[in-house]
């Protein structure tokens, strides 16, 4: 059993770096599961046994993009003593991650356009979203913040750091200190215990 479930990994490993070098080199609409089929050497069945077509291959692709850059990014900042700077290390962290070029065209190119933005935006919102508003209750709960709902302060400072990664990735690493600001000054700003 241990052997069928290393073998079936394996596989859809094999079938997913396959399909994302094919859908970076040739976009999402132009790669045919035909092409990913003769980069894998696999059959139709064992495309079909893990992916039931190839915007599910995409959608792979791009969960775990997005889970892989997320889970790097709160890494770097696990022994921070508090909440908040703690969220604060992290999103500047989730932004040196997708300025990587591979990371940035998965996340804001190839996932938006085989999945759309909605679903796009629903996979890094459970991942990202769900990230911060843990964060921001832990802050809470240490009492570094009061805030009236973490949820919505956390959308708001998701839609703050897409946007500052918009600019990153237009102007490069000249608007960083100018990102880095505004997400502090974002950050200290927010309701305090009384």
Known sequence: MALQTERREKTRTALLKHAKRLMLRHGYEATTTQMILEATDLSKGALYHHFSSKAAIAEAIYADTSQQAITTAMQSAAKTRSPLEALRKSALAWLDQIKHPVTARIMFELGPEALGWRKAKAIEDENSLAAMTRSLEAA????????PSPLVTARMLNALIA?????HLEFGDSTRKEVERTLTAFLDALPRPK
Do not use: F, N, P, R
């Open 163 to 167: 946007e500052a990664a918009y600019l």
């Open 140 to 147: 809470m709960a240490a009492g570094e913040v009061d805030l």
